[in-house]
């Protein structure tokens, strides 16, 4: 085990804590701020008040883009949850040509520049679905993040997937289990962990996701991220996009504080 010296583990925590309250006290500024009883941001805050909240409690284009934010995320994590668990297994179980490049082509659209897959999808579906009789519409905007979120299934199951026994599955076969008896049975309650994780950080993942949003999303429809980035340029409405920027970050970091809890559970259960 590696020892720091006194000097050492000062500077360390030293960094660690400037790192930390620069990544964390802009967004305990934001959320502060959703509390600010002015229609602009500022510092110090005045007087603190709930009459934002309750402006986008009831505020019908907040509430429609929240919808859709939940539609949208929940339509990507289940494609993403049936994909990724899927490709796992057939590249855990099976060799064949090409296993490496399928490998790559799954983990490559969560590496790409969020722009470079919104303009491909944006001009996929303008210039040959469109063209064709296809109108594509709120579907493809689910499509198009359901392809960067299966990673997140990917990489949970196939990691698990790495570690299990097969000679339980081998077992149940002798017993006289069916293909899908020993999936319920057996199989299944192995990675479950691992697949819940892997699918509650996928819906976080597109819950925020702007950038292949604004390519993708049809005319007229805003998700929560989408809604925030146009009202912006409107500064008379900074405290209300400070108020439906706490709800995503609360909405975001739930599913990760549990797949981060599910995680831990399954190492310390091994």
């Not at 660690?16 to 110090?44: C, D, E, G, H, K």
């Not at 859709?68 to 990507?76: D, K, L, R």
């Not at 293909?179 to 057996?186: A, E, G, N, P, S």
């Not at 996928?202 to 998700?223: K, N, Q, R």
Request: aromatic residues 12%; positive net charge.
């Amino acid at each position: 085990m590696l020892r720091l010296s006194r000097t050492s583990r000062i500077i360390l925590i030293a960094l660690v804590t400037f790192v930390l309250i620069f990544m964390y006290v802009p967004l305990l500024v934001l959320i502060l701020n959703s509390f600010n009883q002015s229609n602009i941001s500022s510092w110090p805050i005045a007087t603190f008040s709930f009459k934002w909240w309750e402006f986008a409690a009831t505020y019908q284009p907040i509430r429609t883009a929240l919808l859709n934010s939940i539609i949208v995320a929940t339509g990507s994590t289940i494609i993403a949850a049936i994909l990724g668990t899927l490709v796992a297994f057939a590249l855990k179980g099976y060799d064949f040509f090409g296993k490496g490049t399928v490998n790559l082509l799954v983990v490559l659209p969560i590496a790409l520049p969020g722009v470079v897959t919104g303009v491909a999808f944006s001009n996929t579906y303008n210039s040959f679905l469109s063209p064709a009789g296809f109108n594509i519409g709120y579907f493809g905007m689910i499509v198009a993040h359901a392809t960067f979120c299966i990673v997140m299934v990917f990489n949970n199951v196939f990691a698990r997937l790495k570690r299990m026994n097969p000679s339980l599955q081998e077992a149940s076969a002798d017993l006289g289990a069916g293909l899908w008896q020993t999936f319920r049975l057996v199989t299944f309650p192995q990675f479950r962990t691992a697949f819940v994780a892997g699918a509650l950080l996928a819906f976080a993942l597109s819950f925020d996701e702007v950038v292949v949003t604004i390519f993708t999303a049809p005319p007229g429809v805003d998700t929560l991220p989408l809604w925030i980035l146009k009202e912006m340029s409107r500064p008379n409405n900074a405290s209300v996009v400070n108020v439906v920027a706490t709800v995503v970050i609360l909405i975001s970091l739930i599913p990760v504080f549990i797949s981060q809890r599910l995680t831990r559970a399954q190492d310390e259960g091994k």
